[in-house]
């Protein structure tokens, strides 16, 4: 069955920086349309960034919260996925959520990291 394991988060201070991962296993990761979602206290889950297959250019879109700020790869080879977040703001705390869309049409979640930004 398709796992998802979601690691790197933690508390940082305004303006610093952290790595998320996903890790990836039981699914055929390559061919995976993968995401970053995040879900901030009392509020809905958002979509963070997006990344494609290598056959779509591996083509990416951000939230406009987080564009210039955050860059989301992949590792197929490794089966891994990353949020490397920059700049962090207050409003970016939130549970980080590893997303995976399988091209016939399951879809799968990592059970969340948590960021925490402090002033």
């Known amino acids: 069955h398709v796992q998802l394991v979601e690691s790197g988060g933690g508390l940082v201070q305004a303006g610093g920086s952290l790595r998320l991962s996903c890790e990836a296993s039981?699914?055929?990761?390559?061919?995976?349309?993968m995401a970053w979602y995040r879900q901030a206290p009392g509020k809905q889950r958002e979509l963070v960034a997006r990344?494609?297959?290598?056959?779509?250019?591996?083509?990416?879109s951000y939230a406009d919260s987080v564009k210039g700020r955050f860059t989301i790869s992949r590792d197929d080879a490794r089966s891994l996925m990353y949020l490397q977040m920059q700049s962090l703001k207050l409003e970016d705390t939130a549970n980080y959520y590893c997303?995976?869309?399988?091209?016939?049409?399951?879809?799968?979640w990592g059970q969340g990291t948590q960021v925490t930004v402090s002033s």
């Open positions: 039981g699914t055929i990761f390559e061919r995976n349309d």
């Open positions: 997303r995976c869309r399988e091209p016939w049409g399951g879809e799968f």
């Open positions: 990344i494609g297959v290598f056959g779509a250019g591996f083509h990416t």
